[in-house]
């Protein structure tokens, strides 16, 4: 991460996440699973604890958007799942931001979670596993483009 770029805490108007309600959750799965599949195949997170996952129920909401997405673990690879018939394994929810600054390794699971910007519901030990997965990753490095007069 840059040190010139900061993400903020923000929350988004009220109003976005009343219409994103309303509007069809599915591409939320299908967009989340995609990544954490690429993720997979990047081999960027850790597969000693993928067996942990087989079968659990995941839920995250973006709270200020409206957005939710339900995926599972099966056979390998991340699945969404578009008929929900019980409570998560392990649910989070959080602004986009806190989502932003997470992935963006800006802040950490844990201070997000004390600072309650992060809330996690569910099975506690499946909540370790996944947040050691996070912390585990290694992000590439990618090139930094020269900025315009530099």
Not at 6 to 32: D, N, T, Y
């Amino acid at each position: 991460m840059s040190p010139h770029f900061v993400i903020p805490r923000f929350r988004l108007p009220a109003l976005i996440a009343e219409i994103g309600h309303k509007l069809p959750q599915w591409p939320h799965s299908l967009a989340l699973v995609t990544a954490l599949n690429a993720a997979l195949k990047l081999k960027l997170l850790p597969e000693s604890e993928l067996g942990a996952l087989e079968d659990k129920l995941f839920r995250v909401s973006v709270l200020d958007t409206g957005g939710v997405a339900h995926y599972t673990f099966r056979n390998g690879l991340f699945r969404p799942v578009f008929s929900v018939q019980r409570e998560p394994d392990l649910a989070f929810a959080a602004n986009l931001s806190a989502y932003l600054q997470l992935l963006a390794r800006q802040e950490d699971p844990d201070t997000l979670f004390f600072n309650r910007e992060l809330e996690i519901t569910g099975d506690t030990e499946l909540g370790l596993i996944v947040k050691n997965m996070l912390d585990a990753i290694e992000w590439p490095t990618l090139p930094r483009l020269p900025l315009p007069g530099n």
